[in-house]
């Protein structure tokens, strides 16, 4: 197992890989050998990434820009595949939120999340179609729940990432004949991130959202990239097209309720 998951001679890249689970998903294939490339809009938590990731002694590139901008996009592209060489594996992942009943949501609130996940994936994956191993890359984006669970106060998220997901699919079978796999991971709650630890500030909230989930406990960002890592092996090598939770089985039971964050979210706005 430990051979097939040696990623020693591949060429990764991440968009919105400075931070939470995509940094982990970095960080694990950079440990397992992997030259990795990272792309973040912060100029700073860029620099503290690749700080991060050099630790395991192998190649990393670090560039700043936004996904929402394909001419950005396709520089960054560009500067890493001239560092790194073809990618074996592309991950996109940069994402935004926030929580709000639609009638309080301006166009230009919705358009926002819908830019930096939908349109920030398609800019991604389009622009590195030419850089990409062919055949063998895979090619992986970081959905969310919400993209086949209707979730209250989600509506934009709702909306991005069922579109990220649909795109998932297309393209699995547009570019399977050039030997490119695209899939899909849904992670659930994840306790190590920024975004669990705003909804669940404290122990109460914590319990109360652990018991939400069949397993019983918030998943890790290691086991988000633990499964990064298999569908990039050979493990996966008849997988495309899939959109696979890592949740616990929390999705199993629909959709979150974030009545109570909007409210707490209002309160703090106040005060």
Request: aromatic share 6%; net charge neutral; with cysteine.
């Amino acid at each position: 197992m430990d051979n097939i998951l040696d990623f020693h001679g591949s060429a990764v890249f991440v968009a919105g890989g400075s931070s939470g689970i995509n940094l982990g998903i970095a960080d694990a294939f950079a440990s397992r050998g992997a030259r990795v490339a990272v792309m973040s809009r912060s100029q700073d938590r860029i620099d503290a990434a690749t700080l991060h990731l050099r630790r395991h002694g192998g190649t990393v590139c670090g560039i700043a820009g936004d996904v929402r901008d394909p001419v950005a996009v396709a520089d960054a592209l560009k500067t890493a595949h001239d560092q790194l060489g073809e990618f074996d594996v592309l991950v996109s992942g940069a994402a935004g939120n926030f929580v709000s009943p639609v009638l309080n949501m301006s166009p230009n609130a919705f358009r926002t999340v819908v830019d930096i996940d939908l349109l920030g994936t398609f800019n991604v994956l389009r622009q590195a179609h030419q850089y990409l191993r062919r055949p063998g890359a895979s090619v992986i984006s970081i959905s969310a729940p919400q993209s086949f669970n209707p979730t209250i106060y989600q509506a934009h998220a709702c909306a991005a990432k069922a579109g990220v997901d649909m795109l998932t699919r297309v393209l699995a079978i547009e570019w399977g004949g050039d030997g490119i796999r695209v899939n899909s991971i849904v992670p659930g709650p994840i306790g190590d991130t920024e975004g669990v630890r705003r909804l669940a500030p404290n122990e109460d909230t914590r319990r109360e959202m652990e018991a939400t989930i069949p397993l019983g406990r918030m998943g890790t960002r290691q086991e988000v990239a633990d499964m990064a890592l298999v569908l990039s092996s050979s493990l996966a090598s008849f997988v495309t097209g899939a959109v696979i939770p890592v949740d616990g089985g929390s999705s199993l039971l629909g959709g979150r309720d974030f009545r109570a964050a909007y409210a707490a979210s209002a309160q703090a706005r106040k005060s």
